[in-house]
């Protein structure tokens, strides 16, 4: 499970969550305190629950074409810069700090 640190002045709550699931996956659902979202793009099943200022994400993917691929990372990308706050090249270079650490 990854953990995606949310920036500050950005609001960490369930109901921005679900807006956000909403506006870029369309359909999802609530189990056992997760949010999940199933068979969007190449994504076979995502998982996130938030907590402490974070917000945890577990995805199960499937290999498609490089269109759907594509259309899928642009999604994904799009929900987690408009929910944490950053981009993902700034997500890409504070996941690099924690390996080297």
Same mark, same amino acid.
């Given at each position: /499970?990854?953990?995606?640190? *949310?920036k500050r =002045?950005?609001e960490?709550?369930n109901l ?9 996956? $369309? @359909?999802?659902?609530?189990e056992n &305190?997760?949010? *999940?979202v199933?068979?969007f =793009?190449s *994504?076979e099943e /995502?998982?996130?629950?938030?907590? @402490?200022?974070a917000?945890?994400v577990?995805?199960k993917?499937?290999?498609l074409? @490089?269109?759907t691929?594509?259309?899928?990372l642009?999604?994904?990308? &799009?929900f987690l810069?408009?929910f944490? $706050?950053y981009t993902a090249k700034?997500?890409q270079k /504070?996941?690099?700090k924690?390996?080297?650490?």
């Amino acid at each position: /499970m990854r953990e995606y640190k *949310i920036k500050r =002045g950005y609001e960490a709550s369930n109901l921005r969550l679900e807006e956000l699931l909403k506006k870029y996956f $369309g @359909n999802f659902t609530s189990e056992n &305190g997760y949010y *999940i979202v199933r068979n969007f =793009g190449s *994504i076979e099943e /995502m998982k996130l629950k938030l907590e @402490n200022k974070a917000l945890f994400v577990e995805t199960k993917t499937k290999l498609l074409d @490089n269109e759907t691929s594509l259309k899928t990372l642009k999604a994904y990308n &799009g929900f987690l810069e408009e929910f944490t $706050g950053y981009t993902a090249k700034e997500r890409q270079k /504070m996941l690099r700090k924690e390996v080297e650490s």
